[in-house]
């Protein structure tokens, strides 16, 4: 599988660091200041091949979230896939979904304790049928002026072919500061379903990329 993702973040009258939930899977634990807005917008692409040995080119635009700090440590996320582009088998063009959700922040980091946030989230089909929520718990841990890892953790219920399908959500990865505001990251994810006599399998994913503070 191949994997693009072009972003761009911006919040209004910021003066802190920015810090993003975008381009990897892993949701920091900062939420967005009390009275700030961010917001994360992109264009995803992916390639891949179906059972049928079909080339499957898919493109999401736009990829948007948009944060705003309501309290200290709370703030609200409103996501939407954009439009849905697939090529390659059945042509298909569609509008993705909608998501609404939290991010509380519940601890900062201490020594060995990591930077914690709880962030829960409910995804609204476009086509009508069904609520998906899902919940995550986020760690986030400073290892060097350079280094930093982050943790996620949770759990989400997908209403497309079973209302009663759940799994297990984890993303790990690993940030490295290159230069002043360039940074690299490497990540580990997946997806393990938690009820065993389900017909799907666990799927595990691995991914990198490059950040750039204009």
Partial sequence: MAFLSA???FGTGRTEELVTDRPDQ????????????????????????DVAGDVIQTHQLPSSLLRVGVLDNVELRLGM???????????EKDFGDIEVGTKIHLV???????????????????????LDP???ATFS??????????????????????????????TTVLGVSLLSGVSMFVEFFGDVPIESSTSRSAAHSFDGGFTVLA
Avoid at 30 to 46: A, K
Avoid at 108 to 130: F, M, V
Avoid at 141 to 167: C, F, I, K
């Fill in 7 to 9: 972003m761009v973040s």
């Fill in 26 to 49: 892993t949701e920091s634990s900062v939420v967005v200041p009390r009275g700030f807005i961010q917001i994360e917008s992109g264009w995803i692409y992916t390639e891949n091949d």
């Fill in 81 to 91: 896939d954009g439009w849905n582009w697939k090529r390659g088998g059945v042509r």
């Fill in 108 to 130: 900062d980091e201490k020594s060995w304790r990591p930077e914690t946030a709880l962030l829960a989230s409910l995804s609204i089909p476009t086509d009508g049928e069904g």
């Fill in 134 to 136: 899902a919940f995550r």
């Fill in 141 to 170: 841990h400073t290892l060097s002026d350079r280094l930093s890892t982050g943790t996620n953790l949770g759990v989400s219920w997908s209403t497309e072919e079973d209302p009663n399908q759940a799994d297990f959500n984890y």
